[in-house]
């Protein structure tokens, strides 16, 4: 990790088994900005029975007659998928990403050439999946949805006895539910993260808009990740959390905005600034006529712009001495 922060145009499930979708929305997150475009790997017979219920907003945004193994297994990629959106993604020089969901899918993508595995939040209770995933020897960045503090320190326990490096793991606070509701962001969440586990932090947004994401890279955040769609009304589960690529775009101008903005944590005058402090500043001037040989008293002088003369931080060093000339009003003191 660098301290640019790390967006994630997560593409997901949103091409709908589509190829040539799929290849729309990694043009449309390099035109974001984006660093990386993630999708997911799966086979739905390794990743859900076939009777497994789906999630409220699941059944509120596709087929309510299907079961959740029918939805998935028409969002599946092929093997020769995926290799062709890896080959596409480099020609654009973007990151090509995946979630893999079973210890398959993760074996492939490592042999894809993918260097950062992303866990996803269901996964971050299934011990031989971790234990897998930390003996690969790669960057890992671990969803916390659904998870509490104990059910963390499970996997990151996991995750650093079987072989992950801490220093290359980074937790993503995050919330589940599609939309998130505002009240159930807790932000803040993400900042105990970073005291308890020692690691990167950052977040993966499914609320509606850009404000979260960007006020999480505000307290820390090294990888922002945000669900993106070609359209909003698109059928399936996930386009309508996502955002469409003209507010994704956004969203990573105003980021790049603030990680640029976050600065040094070094309080000291700007470059940009330095030229305003003698017209903002005050010096200590005569308030009236001084003649030489009178002693200056808060009766006779005052502070005003500009401050080009003795700082009125000297107040009571100038104070009782005597005057070595003459002033007239708003004349500059001399000691």
Not at 3 to 23: C, L, P, T, W, Y
Not at 110 to 120: E, S
Not at 304 to 318: A, C, L, N, Q
Request: hydrophobic share 40%.
């Amino acid at each position: 990790m660098t301290n640019r922060v790390f967006i994630i145009a997560e593409a997901g499930v949103n091409h709908n088994g589509d190829m040539s979708m799929a290849k729309k929305l990694i043009d449309a997150a390099v035109q974001t900005g984006a660093d990386a475009v993630k999708f997911q790997t799966f086979k739905a017979k390794s990743l859900v029975t076939r009777n497994a219920d789906k999630a409220q907003y699941q059944k509120e945004t596709t087929n309510q007659d299907e079961s959740q193994f029918e939805m998935i297994r028409k969002l599946e990629l092929s093997h020769e998928d995926h290799v062709e959106l890896y080959e596409y993604a480099r020609n654009n020089n973007i990151m090509f990403l995946s979630s893999p969901f079973d210890i398959d899918s993760t074996n492939f993508l490592v042999q894809l050439g993918i260097n950062t595995l992303k866990i996803p939040s269901g996964e971050i209770t299934n011990y031989p999946y971790l234990k897998h995933m930390a003996s690969l020897g790669k960057d890992i960045i671990l969803s916390t949805g659904m998870a509490n503090l104990t059910e963390i320190e499970f996997a990151m326990n996991t995750l650093t006895s079987c072989g992950a490096t801490r220093s290359r793991i980074t937790l993503l606070h995050c919330n589940t539910e599609y939309p998130t509701p505002m009240q159930d962001v807790n932000l803040t969440a993400m900042i105990t993260l970073r005291e308890a586990f020692k690691v990167n932090i950052g977040y993966s947004d499914h609320t509606l808009g850009i404000e979260i994401p960007i006020a999480a890279v505000a307290l820390g955040a090294k990888v922002i990740e945000k669900h993106f769609t070609l359209d909003n009304d698109l059928p399936g589960p996930d386009h309508k959390a996502s955002l469409c690529p003209k507010e994704f775009t956004e969203m990573v101008r105003c980021i790049r905005n603030i990680e640029v903005a976050l600065g040094t944590g070094l309080k000291q005058p700007s470059a940009s600034e330095e030229k305003n402090k003698p017209i903002a500043r005050k010096s200590i001037v005569a308030r009236q006529e001084i003649k030489k040989g009178d002693i200056f008293t808060e009766q006779n002088i005052t502070t005003k712009r500009p401050g080009t003369g003795i700082s009125p931080m000297s107040w009571r060093d100038v104070l009782g001495k005597t005057a070595k000339k003459s002033f007239v009003v708003d004349e500059m003191i001399e000691i």
